[in-house]
């Protein structure tokens, strides 16, 4: 039995190429924020600071950040998620 979700690309809500926000929590380290923006930059070679949202929790322990990743198709998506999920300063990926 094949239960694999491929959604073919004429059924998706995304529409590609597009700048796609992803949340990812860490610790609030500066060697967090510089990493994802190293491992963004993996997938979007002009991705800087300028497309990360900030938010820290309120005791201040983590980092919240949105990143805005441009993506050309469903396969880069995953294979971004992929790569955050994997991560170990990477707590939650949303």
Same mark, same amino acid.
Do not use: W
């Given at each position: 039995?094949?239960?694999s979700c491929e959604i !073919? !690309? /004429?059924q998706s809500l995304i529409q590609? !190429?597009?700048r796609f926000p992803?949340?990812?929590m860490g610790a609030n380290t500066a060697e967090f924020i510089s990493t994802m923006t190293a491992l963004a930059q993996g997938f /979007? &070679?002009?991705f800087n600071?300028? &497309?990360i949202e900030q938010r820290p929790s309120r005791a201040g322990n983590y980092m919240g950040l949105t990143l805005s990743i441009e993506v050309h198709n469903r396969e880069q998506l995953d294979e971004v998620y992929r790569a955050l999920t994997k991560h170990p300063l990477v707590k939650y990926v949303l």
């Open positions: 039995m094949d239960f !073919p !690309p /004429e590609y !190429p597009c992803i949340k990812v /979007e &070679h002009s600071e300028s &497309h």
